[in-house]
């Protein structure tokens, strides 16, 4: 297995459909992350969970909503989408620690919001 | 103000020449620095990180970190065709402890 997986790798979706990301860490860490990336613009932290607690940027909409039923898996709720919301979201894992630490990416799940 | 800040290139450098990636962060606090690598189509590839100021060398890589400037480097001596990608500054600045923050990302081309 390798360290941080996602699935799908692709997504197509409609405006009106719910979809879901997956992710999941072998990695033991204990902090799992989303992350969304557009073309030309820094990959923008969505959410955070780190032992468990989350932690989220506000301006992400609420048409995104995270769920970490445990420290290995992450998911990312999707509803109601908007076109721009196509992108590249990656989730990533890392072992929390004041300071932080390094933080390892899946392979990113590419959406298009049709 | 960005968190961080990178020049977005294109840096285009000749096989064999030394590539210099810069990378400035607007948090004093901040305590971790990180690159990483991005291919085309690809998510992003850790290659170094730097806690402290001076440098830290690993292989062809080398990263330099200046806190009282504010300022961190990578450099890539030989470079070689494959190192052709966009590397991306990240830091991790001190409001969370594991909010890592990136820059635009620098392409890099190497020509043969």
């Known amino acids: 297995e390798t360290g941080v997986t996602q699935t799908p790798r692709h997504l197509v979706m409609g405006m009106t459909n719910k979809k879901s990301l997956k992710c999941e860490q072998h990695?033991?860490?204990?902090?799992m992350y989303w992350y969304k990336q557009s073309a030309k613009k820094p990959l923008e932290l969505m959410f955070v969970?780190?032992?468990?607690?989350?932690?989220e940027n506000n301006s992400v909409p609420s048409r995104f909503s995270p769920e970490c039923p445990n420290s290995s898996h992450l998911f990312l709720h999707l509803h109601t989408l908007q076109p721009e919301d196509s992108a590249l979201y990656l989730c990533a894992s890392s072992q929390a620690a004041r300071g932080g630490t390094e933080a390892f990416f899946g392979q990113g799940t590419r959406l298009t919001v049709v | 103000q960005k968190e961080v800040e990178q020049n977005s290139g294109p840096l285009s450098v000749p096989e064999g020449a030394i590539a210099s990636l810069n990378c400035t962060y607007s948090d004093r606090g901040s305590q971790s620095f990180f690159w990483y690598r991005q291919y085309s189509g690809k998510s992003p590839e850790l290659i170094m990180s730097i806690y402290s100021n001076g440098d830290k060398e690993d292989g062809r890589f080398t990263a330099q970190l200046n806190k009282a400037s504010q300022y961190v480097s990578l450099l890539i001596r030989d470079s070689q065709p494959s190192d052709s990608a966009t590397y991306l500054c990240a830091v991790n600045l001190k409001t969370g402890a594991n909010n890592l923050f990136f820059g635009t990302g620098t392409r890099l081309t190497v020509i043969p």
């Open positions: 969970y780190s032992l468990e607690e989350r932690v």
């Open positions: 990695l033991g860490h204990n902090a």
